[in-house]
């Protein structure tokens, strides 16, 4: 596996936060290595510290393809690892960059979604892949419901409550921020090439889905997708559990991973978002509590 592939979990200083915000880190910090200790030697998220009053909070599901040491490497060879099955190729250097211009919170994974997709609901068949667009995860193959249990305390949950921890410092000192999430998604799928550039997923709630498109396509040169190629609404997925089940306006950017995978890239379309992201987390509309109905819970 590639250097790219050890992260560590950080909490970037800002000299300007308050007290509780320093304490509400610290907790974050702290908040798995109480539930696993081994949780010291391979945290299993990233999180930047920004202003929560920002407007914003980001979100990198898939940052990283890494897996912990008592993992081996599944059973899958390296080279699968820097496919787009491992982890979503370019996300997390956007995501990093565009925390430390719009100065936002960001929380980020730190291990393959190999391991576990924490884009999923615990429940959901999927969180242990065991094929993936080809690829058999020998070490998922034979997962009992215990081994997926760990899995889900030790990586999938800390995660998903370092999001709510975050949401709740940022709902107590300001106006509800919006929920950011960024992916990128492969240029060819199944020997047919993928013509957007970049896409924006959502279910219900079109508040800053409708500003994000409207940004996008005032850039003459992209192609731009809307719920496409996947649908956003999916049961207890990130932005269900975090956002609209919170009524928190909400956008999921997919970005083609060609585009993004370099450092030109990555600078590029941070600096294509940030315009677009600034005019989101200064409206008003996106910044109150408003519930939408999601499609999953349809009758």
């Known amino acids: 596996m590639s250097g790219e592939m050890r992260f560590l979990s950080k909490t970037h200083a800002n000299p300007d936060r308050s007290a509780s915000e320093s304490r509400s880190t610290d907790k974050m910090a702290k908040m798995n290595q109480a539930a696993d200790p081994s ?13 929560p009053g920002s407007g914003l909070l980001l979100l990198c599901d898939h940052a990283s393809n890494a897996v912990p040491p008592e993992y081996g490497d599944l059973g899958v060879p390296a080279e699968q690892f820097e496919r ?18 719009l100065n936002a919170p960001a929380c980020l994974t730190t291990y393959s979604r190999l ?20 690829a058999v995860v020998p070490g998922n193959a034979h997962a009992d419901q215990k081994e997926r249990e760990r899995r889900i305390s030790r990586f999938h949950k800390p995660y998903h409550d370092l999001i709510e921890t975050t949401l709740d410092l940022s709902l107590q000192s300001a106006p509800p921020p919006v929920v950011v999430s960024i992916h990128s998604f492969t240029p060819v799928w199944r020997g ?12 219900s709630d079109p508040r800053a889905v409708r500003l994000m498109l409207d940004g996008l396509r005032r850039q003459p040169d992209l192609v731009v997708g809307d ?37 030109g ?35």
């Open 84 to 101: 787009h099955i491992g982890y979503d190729i370019g996300a997390r250097a956007v995501t990093l960059e565009l925390a430390k211009r």
């Open 115 to 134: 391991l576990i997709d924490p884009n999923r609901g615990e429940d959901d068949p999927t969180l242990l892949m065991r094929l993936s667009d080809g």
């Open 227 to 263: 719920n496409e190629p996947y649908d956003g609404a999916l049961k207890n997925d990130t932005m269900y559990r975090h956002a609209t089940r919170r009524g928190l306006s909400q956008v999921l950017l997919e970005l083609r991973q060609d585009l993004i995978a370099n450092t």
């Open 39 to 51: 949780a010291i030697d391979f945290p299993p998220y990233e999180y930047v510290t920004g202003d």
């Open 192 to 203: 047919v090439p993928r013509p957007w550039h970049a896409t924006v997923l959502w279910d």
């Open 265 to 299: 890239g990555q600078l590029e379309w941070a600096g294509r978002l940030e315009p677009i992201l600034r005019e989101i987390a200064q409206d008003a509309e996106c910044r109150t509590i408003q519930f939408f109905r999601s499609r999953c819970d349809a009758d």
